[in-house]
């Protein structure tokens, strides 16, 4: 946490200071909160922030903790909530238990969320949290969300929507607090690798884990491996495909796909675009295998 965070605020742009003042007047409201924390950008800002309003002994950072988060992922939120001094638990969540989860319907995200916030609000009420945060956005709202509805139901806040804060603000305001999450790509589940109808599995989700922890081993950026049975469709921005497709990268990439159990292996040339498990490509994509 800054030490002068007036100081610290003073060159970030006009709108995202006035949300910042709207964030920190929602978050001051007496009472103790938990903190839905994955570790990417919107949760550790807003977990930075209320440690900012409320002080570390009225604020816990709670992180799901399932077979659909990669290591990876748990072990920067656990790093980044120590790097704040914020206190940090573990909980962990069972849709992967649950068949109307598993079946990867359009509404798959309401059922990991319910799941989710649901075992959040139970802690809360068990350890007398006064109210539950998520870091849904302003940004947020644009797509189709089915875990708002959740999220909703559940009476769940999200003071970063409330108030009026988008990614552009959120990351220029980590940037300015020095939270090492600002520019962060964003890391949505590894079921958001599966397009929508192919049924997600635990050994799926492992090897796109694996998956995408070889392709990064190569390549800086956002990395995808979309997977529909045992092809994989790699995603890398499109100033990484050239280094991708560079002598023994390629090799070694495909080699190591094949070697977790997938048969086919493309590359997406249109590059990286978050929404991908189910839009259709627009160029030819890359063979990388037979």
């Known amino acids: 946490m800054p030490?002068?965070?007036?100081?610290?605020?003073?060159?970030?742009?006009?709108?995202?200071?006035?949300?910042?003042?709207?964030?920190?007047?929602?978050?001051?409201?007496?009472?103790?909160?938990l903190v839905g924390y994955s570790g990417g950008i919107d949760s550790a800002f807003l977990l930075w922030a209320a440690l900012d309003a409320l002080g570390p002994e009225r604020v816990l950072g709670v992180t799901g903790v399932s077979p659909s988060l990669s290591e990876e992922q748990l072990a920067e939120a656990t790093r980044q909530a120590r790097e704040m001094g914020a206190p940090h638990r573990l909980v962990p969540t069972a849709e992967v238990s649950d068949p109307v989860y598993l079946a990867n319907a359009p509404d798959r995200c309401y059922h990991c969320k319910h799941e989710l916030y649901g075992r959040l609000v139970e802690v809360a009420r068990a350890e007398a949290f006064d109210r539950v945060l998520d870091g849904s956005n302003v940004d947020d709202t644009r797509d189709i969300r089915?875990?708002?509805?959740?999220?909703?139901?559940?009476?769940?806040?999200?003071?970063?929507?409330?108030?009026?804060?988008?990614?552009?603000?959120?990351?220029?305001?980590?940037?300015?607090?020095?939270?090492?999450?600002?520019?962060?790509?964003?890391?949505?589940?590894?079921?958001?690798?599966?397009?929508?109808?192919?049924?997600?599995?635990?050994?799926?989700?492992?090897?796109?884990?694996?998956?995408?922890?070889?392709?990064?081993?190569?390549?800086?950026?956002?990395?995808?491996?979309?997977?529909?049975?045992?092809?994989?469709r790699i995603e890398v921005e499109s100033s990484a495909i050239a280094a991708l497709l560079a002598p023994g990268t390629r090799d070694a990439v495909r080699d190591g796909l094949l070697a977790i159990g997938y048969a086919r292996v493309l590359v997406d040339a249109d590059g990286y675009r978050q929404g991908g498990a189910d839009r259709a490509t627009g160029r030819a994509p890359i063979r990388l295998t037979e």
Not at 12 to 21: F, I, P, Q, Y
Request: aromatic residues 4%.
């Open 146 to 232: 089915p875990g708002f509805r959740a999220i909703r139901e559940l009476g769940v806040e999200s003071p970063l929507l409330d108030a009026g804060l988008g990614k552009d603000a959120i990351r220029e305001l980590s940037r300015a607090a020095s939270l090492s999450a600002w520019d962060r790509p964003a890391a949505p589940c590894l079921s958001s690798r599966v397009p929508h109808g192919v049924p997600i599995t635990v050994s799926l989700l492992s090897r796109i884990e694996r998956g995408e922890a070889l392709v990064r081993r190569f390549v800086e950026g956002p990395v995808r491996v979309r997977s529909r049975g045992d092809e994989a």
């Open 3 to 33: 030490t002068n965070p007036e100081k610290s605020f003073a060159g970030v742009s006009e709108t995202a200071r006035d949300g910042l003042a709207r964030l920190r007047e929602r978050l001051s409201r007496p009472g103790r909160v």
